[in-house]
C-alpha cells in the first residue's frame, strides 16, 4: 500500500515533532518548515497526523482508481 502525505504549510508552526516521530523519515525541515521529502516511504502510521497539534499533516491512502467499465464488471462478478 502507499499513501499520500500533504502538509500545509501555512498551518506548520515549524516544531519538528513530526520529524522526531516518524520511523520511516519521510520529513524533513526547510526554510523553517516541515516538508515531506521521502512521502513515497510513508507507511501510514499517522504518528505524525496525531503529534501535529496545527493540524498541517493530512495522510491518506492512495486507491486505485477503476475506469466505469472495471467498476461495473467487478459489480457483475461480485
Given at each position: 500500500m502507499s499513501?499520500?502525505?500533504?502538509?500545509?504549510l501555512a498551518k506548520c508552526?515549524?516544531?519538528e515533532e513530526c520529524i522526531?516521530?516518524?520511523t520511516a523519515e519521510v520529513?524533513?525541515?526547510?526554510n523553517g518548515k516541515s516538508a515531506a521529502v521521502r512521502a513515497k516511504d510513508c507507511v501510514g502510521c499517522?504518528?505524525?497526523v496525531?503529534?501535529?497539534d496545527p493540524g498541517a499533516i493530512k495522510?491518506?491512502?492512495?486507491?486505485?482508481?477503476l475506469s466505469d467499465t472495471c467498476a461495473a464488471l467487478?459489480?457483475?462478478i461480485l
Open positions: 499513501f499520500v502525505v500533504e502538509l500545509d508552526v515549524g516544531c522526531e516521530i516518524c520529513f524533513e525541515m526547510r499517522l504518528s505524525c496525531e503529534i501535529c495522510v491518506e491512502e492512495k486507491g486505485i482508481k467487478l459489480r457483475d
